[in-house]
């Protein structure tokens, strides 16, 4: 084998290995339809074109960050962004390969799948890895964890037991209200009655006595 034909053979690997570490580092980081284009025959400068979709000013620098660190990580040399400020299109020169992480109406319009897609390099993409999740600017539902309906579940069973518990009390306090009335008619009615005067029950009759001196004179009359 010649020595141009090996120094090919290990461009082609680096190209490919390199690929590989960009597309893990944007995968990392939940870039959305990645697509790989094979650009040898359109221009000297660079053999891959990267396109990757990022939701938000965040999410697009945040895989910016995770492209710089894995292909450093694969060690490349350390590549050059450009676009960060402004977080809507960002190119990162990774040298044999150049990636542009868009958001999608820039994407949309500047359609560069037209320009470099001519051959698509299929890559195996999706693989198991720990994903950052980096939500949208506008709260959108998207890059919530996966285990939150749980923590609802959870949350809206507690509350469950929660009402349960309250009804419990508050039947319980209406059944001792409702004991404790027929105690409070039992204490009513052993109360006595109220006694009424004195003067109202009897009735004195008072006997006019006669003088003794009368009595005497009435005895010798007869």
């Given at each position: ?53 990022g939701s938000s000013n965040r999410q697009t620098k945040a895989l910016a960050v995770s492209v710089r660190d894995a292909v450093k990580k694969a060690g490349f040399k350390v590549p050059r962004n450009e676009g960060e400020e402004n977080g809507e ?134």
């Open positions: 084998m010649s020595t141009s034909t090996q120094s090919d053979s290990a461009a082609k690997k680096d190209v490919t290995k390199l690929q590989r570490a960009i597309v893990d580092g944007l995968e990392d980081v939940k870039a959305q339809d990645i697509q790989v284009f094979n650009t040898e025959h359109l221009s000297p400068l660079f053999e891959r074109v990267i396109v990757a979709t299109w960002i190119i990162v020169d990774c040298g044999a390969c150049v990636v542009h992480i868009m958001q999608p109406v820039i994407r949309q319009y500047y359609r560069l799948e037209e320009i470099w897609g001519e051959k698509p390099v299929r890559l195996k993409l999706g693989g198991a890895k720990p994903a950052k999740i980096f939500a949208s600017e506008d709260a959108s539902e998207e890059g919530k964890p996966a285990k939150k309906p749980a923590a609802k579940k959870a949350v809206a069973a507690v509350d469950g037991k929660t009402v349960v518990k309250k009804a419990a009390a508050k039947k319980s306090a209406a059944t001792k209200t409702a004991a404790a009335k027929p105690a409070a008619t039992k204490t009513a009615a052993k109360k006595p009655a109220a006694k009424k005067p004195a003067s109202a029950v009897k009735t004195v009759v008072i006997k006019p006595t006669a003088p003794r001196g009368g009595a005497k004179k009435a005895a010798a009359k007869k």
